[in-house]
C-alpha cells in the first residue's frame, strides 16, 4: 500500500517561509504526478501546485495566491517533492495535502488516488 507522508509544517510569522515535503513508501514517486492541496477551517480543499509524472518538470498552480510566493519541485535522487512557500500570509493557513496521482495533473481531488495525512500550516504573529 502506498503511503504518503507530510513534513515541514508549522507556525510562521506573516513573511516568512516554510519548504513542505511530500515522501511516499515502496514507489517512486518519478512516475506519478503529485500536487499539494490545502483546507482551510471552513472551506472546501482547494489546489495550490502540481508536478507532471514521469520525471517531467513541468507544474501547473491552481491560483492566483501561489504566484510569485509557492514553488513546486521533485528532487529526484530522494525520491522527494517539495513545496517551497515564500512571503506567507495569515490567509495561507490551513492544512497542506500531498496527493499522488498515477496519470495528468488536475486541481480535482478525485483525480488524486493517494493521499497523506496533511500538514498545518500556521501564519501568524
Not at 69 to 91: A, C
Not at 101 to 121: K, M, R
Request: proline share 3%; with cysteine; hydrophobic share 30%.
Amino acid at each position: 500500500q502506498l503511503q504518503v507522508v507530510e513534513s515541514g509544517g508549522g507556525l510562521v510569522q506573516p513573511g516568512g517561509s516554510l519548504n513542505l515535503s511530500c515522501v511516499a513508501s515502496a514507489v517512486n514517486l518519478n512516475y506519478y504526478s503529485i500536487a499539494w492541496f490545502r483546507q482551510a477551517p471552513g472551506k472546501e480543499r482547494e489546489g495550490v501546485s502540481c508536478i507532471g509524472h514521469k520525471l517531467g518538470e513541468s507544474t501547473e498552480d491552481y491560483g492566483d495566491f501561489v504566484k510569485g510566493r509557492f514553488t513546486i519541485s521533485r528532487d529526484s535522487v530522494r525520491n522527494t517533492v517539495y513545496l517551497q512557500m515564500n512571503n506567507l500570509k495569515p490567509e495561507d493557513t490551513a492544512v497542506y495535502y500531498c496527493a499522488v496521482a498515477e496519470f495528468n495533473c488536475s486541481p480535482l481531488t478525485s483525480d488524486y488516488e493517494y493521499w497523506g495525512q496533511g500538514i498545518q500550516v500556521t501564519v501568524s504573529s
